[in-house]
């Protein structure tokens, strides 16, 4: 059974920066690509970013040159390095395996707000 657990969400200000991670139980997971993935409040759910299984990432527009994602084969977590957050980063921040996803964990919250 594939579990996915978020961590490292909270409030923070404006600037400021948080780094979520996500642990995986069960399954291979050195052999697939890992994401992140965001839903705000009123909005659809999007790619914040993704990493494959060759360490390639992909990030949404929105993100490059502030986000980091990276993975650890050894730990079996992935994580998600917020830099410069603002405001409309404010959303739930959701762990995925595969491309597409068929796994989720459940999600963790991510406040930016002064």
């Known amino acids: 059974q594939v579990q996915l657990v978020e961590s490292g969400g909270g409030l923070v200000q404006p600037g400021g920066s948080l780094r979520l991670s996500c642990a995986a139980s069960?399954?291979?997971?050195?052999?697939?690509?890992m994401g992140w993935y965001r839903q705000a409040p009123g909005k659809q759910r999007e790619l914040v970013a993704s990493?494959?299984?060759?360490?390639?990432?992909n990030y949404a527009d929105s993100v490059k040159g502030r986000f980091t994602i990276s993975r650890d084969n050894v730990k079996r977590t992935v994580y998600l390095q917020m830099n410069s957050l603002k405001p409309e980063d404010t959303a739930v921040y959701y762990c995925?395996?595969?491309?597409?996803?068929?796994?989720w964990g459940q999600g963790t919250q991510v406040t930016v707000s002064s």
């Open positions: 995925t395996r595969g491309d597409p996803p068929s796994y």
């Open positions: 069960g399954g291979f997971f050195s052999m697939f690509t």
């Open positions: 990493i494959s299984r060759g360490s390639s990432t």
